[in-house]
């Protein structure tokens, strides 16, 4: 890991210590894909006490980041309110339209039967409005999240081999096996990838650090009736559109408690996590027990993954992305890194005038650029941007839009 910007001086010794740590936080951490941080960034509610800044002693970042990277606590419960504010155009009805042709996918209430509780397609509602999650951990094989709804709640249990989701809604069941979770690719656990705790995001940012990168502490905080340090991660670079990343660390146990990013343009931040109320004490172990209701429909894991096999010509066009995807390339560094790769699907996009609906929604956030590369469209939200070019051709990065017209004519 690249030196990190800091007021404090270490010796020698402890650099070395330092950077063992450093080292240590890197295995605790999970790689942000820049597609990945538009699909399921999400936001909390700020939830700082009222009671003032807590005298705690001086500690450096660098001793902060260790602090994590030292943090080893496997049980907890609590909850968590989330909130997202990606800006993105109210789509009035039409994202509905798209996903009932999306036939076979799980949850979508389509041909392929998918089950409503089916954790895969039911965790993604983190990506966009406000949430309250409650938690509870018991080591590596027991864990439990539930989402709550205004008259119905969601829960996803993880309970030894056994792993169920609940949609009181809909009276409906999922279940699977942790066997089963690990013969899926891309399935180790459902629900796994959806970051969905102030830890899940504060993993991702650890990475983000390099010599590109400032991290310094910045003061001291209460979150959840509990002291706590602010560790601040900003880029050095400009044309990021990240303007910092601010992690509440407990003092005592080192978890972090509080996720903050704010963007470059100012205003409200785009991704909030944080605890209002959080338990380091051992959860009942009564917490992790799960009987399907009387009378709810349940669908097992393996059953749901055969329905959702796509047709042969619905396979024949994910072959072609695939493809495309194969060669997937990040130019740029640190902050300002952009992924590249050639759809092969030339043409351009629809238009508001030939696109219908699609091209309307398209057109309602989509601003028109040319270049040395030469034409194509431009997808903004408050964080992730992405350059479609007429040709086929994709960038997408946590940078502003010149930046991303910059990388195409460069790659010329």
């Not at 039967?113 to 895969?120: R, V």
């Not at 209460?222 to 990240?242: F, I, N, W």
């Not at 601003?367 to 964080?383: A, E, I, N, P, Y």
């Amino acid at each position: 890991m690249a030196p990190i910007d800091s007021d404090d001086n270490t010796t020698a010794g402890e650099g070395e210590e330092l950077r063992a740590g450093r080292r240590k936080a890197a295995r605790y951490v999970v790689p942000v894909a820049v597609m990945g941080v538009a699909a399921a960034t999400i936001g909390l509610v700020p939830a700082l006490a009222d009671s003032g800044d807590p005298d705690l002693p001086k500690v450096t970042a660098e001793q902060l980041i260790e602090k994590i990277a030292k943090s080893d606590v496997q049980q907890l419960s609590g909850t968590v309110r989330i909130n997202t504010d990606l800006g993105l155009p109210d789509l009035g009805g039409l994202e509905s339209g798209l996903m009932s042709g999306m036939s076979g996918s799980p949850g979508s209430g389509g041909d392929g039967e998918g089950s409503a509780a089916d954790p895969s397609a039911k965790l993604t509602e983190l990506v966009s409005g406000s949430h309250t999650l409650r938690v509870a951990a018991d080591g590596p094989d027991r864990q439990k999240l539930s989402l709550l709804e205004n008259a119905a709640e969601y829960s996803l249990i993880h309970n030894g081999k056994d792993v169920w989701g609940y949609d009181s809604g809909s009276n409906e069941v999922y279940h699977s096996t942790a066997a089963d979770s690990a013969e899926r690719p891309g399935k180790d656990a459902p629900g796994k990838d959806v970051p969905a705790t102030p830890k899940d995001f504060a993993d991702q940012a650890l990475k983000s650090i390099d010599d590109t990168t400032s991290v310094t502490v910045g003061g001291t905080a209460q979150v959840a009736g509990r002291d706590a340090y602010r560790l601040v991660v900003e880029p050095k670079q400009d044309g990021s559109t990240v303007g910092a990343i601010t992690v509440a660390v407990d003092a005592e146990t080192g978890t972090p408690l509080k996720f903050t990013l704010t963007p470059a343009s100012g205003g409200a931040a785009v991704v909030d996590v944080g605890f209002t109320k959080v338990s380091f004490a051992k959860p009942d172990a009564s917490t992790f027990d799960f009987t399907p209701p009387e009378g709810a429909k349940v669908t097992e894991g393996d059953e749901a993954g055969k329905r959702a096999e796509a047709p042969e010509h619905g396979r024949e066009a994910e072959g072609d992305l695939a493809k495309g995807m194969d060669g997937l390339k990040v130019v740029g560094e640190g902050w300002n890194s952009i992924a590249t790769f050639d759809t092969g699907a030339g043409g351009g996009l629809p238009t508001p005038s030939a696109g219908g609906d699609l091209g309307g929604f398209l057109g309602s956030f989509g601003d028109q650029v040319k270049g040395d590369f030469g034409s194509g469209t431009v997808f903004k939200t408050r964080l992730v941007n992405a350059l479609i070019t007429d040709d086929g051709k994709v960038y997408a990065g946590a940078v502003t839009k010149d930046a991303l017209v910059k990388a195409a004519d460069a790659a010329q």
